[in-house]
């Protein structure tokens, strides 16, 4: 099994930067496994917002592209989200989570921005 929890969410104004944190453990070869980053606002579905592939090839959704840059410490088997110019639409519980098969979700962090 696979056990990924998310950190580093709170209340920024707009505008603000937050970076968020998601440490994979478990029976995961976390260097050669795609990550992403995902969020879900209240009523809506679940999104892929950014990737990052083994080889830290990145693709990000054109709502947060130039904003946020997704990245990896495979040492620590750790995926972040830096989260720049930050809007109220971007208000979410953001995961993390492999795109292709996902693992068990964790059980995201909170993102609340304030106008």
């Known amino acids: 099994q696979v056990q990924l929890v998310e950190s580093g969410g709170g209340l920024v104004q707009a505008g603000g930067s937050l970076r968020l944190s998601c440490v994979a453990s478990g029976t995961i070869f976390f260097p050669g496994t795609t990550m992403g980053w995902y969020r879900q606002a209240p009523g809506k579905q679940r999104l892929l917002v950014a990737s990052?592939?083994?080889?830290?090839?990145?693709n990000y959704a054109d709502s947060v592209k130039g904003r946020f840059t997704i990245s990896r410490d495979n040492a620590k088997n750790t995926v972040y989200l830096q989260m720049n110019s930050l809007k109220p639409e971007d208000t979410a519980v953001y995961y993390c989570?492999?795109?292709?098969?996902?693992?068990?979700w964790g059980q995201g962090t909170q993102v609340t921005v304030s106008a």
């Open positions: 990052i592939s083994s080889g830290s090839l990145t």
């Open positions: 989570n492999r795109p292709v098969n996902p693992y068990s």
